[in-house]
């Protein structure tokens, strides 16, 4: 009996202890998207583009280098203009999935949907480092990849070896970069 | 202040405040939309209160007052200030030249003959302004050339010709209250105002002197050529007594020495202190005696120079006249020499180190011997005995 009491004694005095404990200082994400605003001078067309919902281009993984960046500077608090303030309640009304608070550039607010609809369970290490482009362009690789080796030894007649040969290379490449951004 | 005038903020003046674009966050937005009665700030009309104004569609909030601009821009941007003044002076033909503070006067005929012996006899009554100038003549050399810049001094003329110039000078711009507009109008207006003020002062200057002149008109050669002199030179020290002025705005700090002395501690051990300046400022607003040099005494809270000294019972006086100063300079004297009591062990510090837990400065090195040659000779005198 004793001993239940001081476990609960030392349950609660834990759980106060925890309650008091600083928690580090996060910016809200209003801040994180007007920083975004701010910087990049964002006006009402943004949300035209958003309104518009663009479909992604299919990026050329050829010609895409996987880079990180440098990470965005967000205000602790955020006061703007009026019409900076606009645009990012317009940006807050019509983005509505958690990976817009890693958006760093306009360009990730614009893809964000995409990215989140592709594949809802990245890290948030890795949506701050690489570009929202980069990753999606990750995931159609993936995409790629299992749609190619679905329909792998379907093709007939005297090209098959030719064209096993240009896939085998093509999903080689691929994973090559899939690699280089899940595995770093 | 360069922030807001090199922007390209829209700026809003409205009874003269200044009212800027109204910055948003999401509490915002809740506060404005609850004053204005409405779901968002760009929708509705009704004003807030005098706080929040909304033009062309626009929110402003009220900041500053366009007078405190003014007054302020000296110190906000005091090169700026200087280099306007300047050219605003040069503009109008106003070169430097010599003249008497309103404040030298006071100090000369009427603190000195209180704390410097004039006549060679005493008297209860006071010395007049020929016996302090008297005095002083005895006292000190003054250069030729002084007697040269009198005949300059009260020829009022070229003074009158310059006031009669500054009269109605500065240009007068009126920010319109219609609606927004760029912070350069608000720049362009401010300099002017600014170049006013410059001409308002200057004209006050001009005045004070004007009346200066006249003051000093039948003052003989001799004797208003040590004024010149003194004006000039801006400080003084004579017998303990003296004054120094510095500073852009001419400010004065008029100083008595205490001369060594000796205080008694609890235990009737005698620590003889160093002379120092006892002394109030002008600058500073209010006429509180402070104490010039480096120095540490139990009313000091530390060691260092241009401390105040702790006084309970004294209301620093804030307007400079020849009484003021006197009391003040006595009550920093006195506080010296009488406040210390051993039994009570007053002050910030204690000169024996009993019952303290921390000491933060120490008197020991001050000690001295009971029947130490100064003390026994009395030319040291112990100024707390009798606490």
Known sequence: MRGRKVDFLTEIRRDRLRKRKRQPFQPTLFARISAIVREHRLTEAFLARLDADEAPLRADIDRMIPSEREPLVVPLYSLVREEEYRVTRGVLERVSNPYLACAQSPEDILLSGALFARNSNLPPERLSRWDFDTLLACELAKEEVQEIRAHRGTGTGPKRPILSDAIRERIERLEAFIAGVEGA | ?387
């Not at chain 2, 005098?50 to 402003?60: A, L, Q």
């Not at chain 2, 003959?113 to 006071?126: C, M, N, Q």
């Not at chain 2, 006249?214 to 030179?233: C, G, N, Q, S, V």
């Not at chain 2, 011997?369 to 026994?376: E, F, M, R, T």
Request: with cysteine; glycine share 8%.
């Open chain 2, 1 to 387: 202040m360069d922030l807001l005038l090199d922007s390209d903020l829209d700026l809003v003046v409205k009874g003269g405040f200044l009212y800027l674009p109204l910055l948003f966050d999401p509490e915002v937005e809740r506060e404005v939309s609850s004053a204005y009665g409405r779901e968002t700030p760009e929708g509705g009309s009704a004003s807030p209160g005098p706080t929040v104004i909304e033009v062309s569609g626009r929110s402003y909030l009220k900041t500053l007052r366009l007078t405190s601009l003014i007054d302020l821009y000296g110190n906000l941007r005091h090169g700026s200030a200087e280099q306007l003044r300047k050219s605003c002076l040069e503009r109008y033909g106003v070169a430097p030249h010599l003249e008497v503070d309103g404040r030298l006067p006071v100090i000369l005929f009427e603190v000195l003959p209180h704390f410097v012996r004039t006549r060679k006899r005493p008297s209860r009554r006071a010395a007049t302004q020929g016996e302090v100038l008297g005095f002083l003549r005895s006292r000190l050399t003054v250069p030729g050339a002084y007697l040269e810049a009198v005949a300059r001094f009260v020829d009022t003329d070229p003074l009158r010709l310059l006031l009669r110039d500054l009269e109605g000078g500065g240009a007068r711009t009126v920010l319109s209250e219609n609606g927004p507009l760029p912070a350069r109008d608000l720049r362009a207006w401010l300099f002017e105002a600014v170049e006013r003020e410059v001409l308002r002062h200057e004209k006050a200057r001009l005045q004070e002197g004007l009346v200066q002149r006249e003051r000093f008109r039948k003052t003989p050669r001799e004797d208003l050529a040590i004024i010149l002199y003194l004006a000039d030179r801006g400080s003084l020290e004579i017998d303990g007594f003296g004054f120094l002025r510095h500073g852009e705005a001419d400010d004065y700090v008029i100083y008595r020495r205490t001369g060594a002395y000796a205080l008694r501690d609890y235990y009737g051990r005698l620590y003889l202190f160093p002379d120092c300046r006892v002394a109030v400022s002008t600058t500073r607003g209010r006429l509180h005696p402070l104490v010039l040099d480096r120095y540490k005494h139990p009313f000091l809270f530390g060691y260092e120079a241009g401390q105040e000294i702790c006084l309970r019972h004294f209301t620093a006086p804030k307007e400079f006249s020849a009484a003021n100063v006197i009391a003040a300079l006595e009550e920093g004297l006195a506080t010296l020499y009488y406040g210390y009591n051993p039994r009570l062990r007053n002050g910030y510090h204690s000169l024996d180190p009993a019952m303290q837990i921390r000491r933060s400065l120490e008197f020991t090195e001050y000690r001295i011997p009971s029947d130490h040659s100064d003390v026994v000779s009395g030319k040291v005198e112990v100024t707390n005995a009798r606490t």
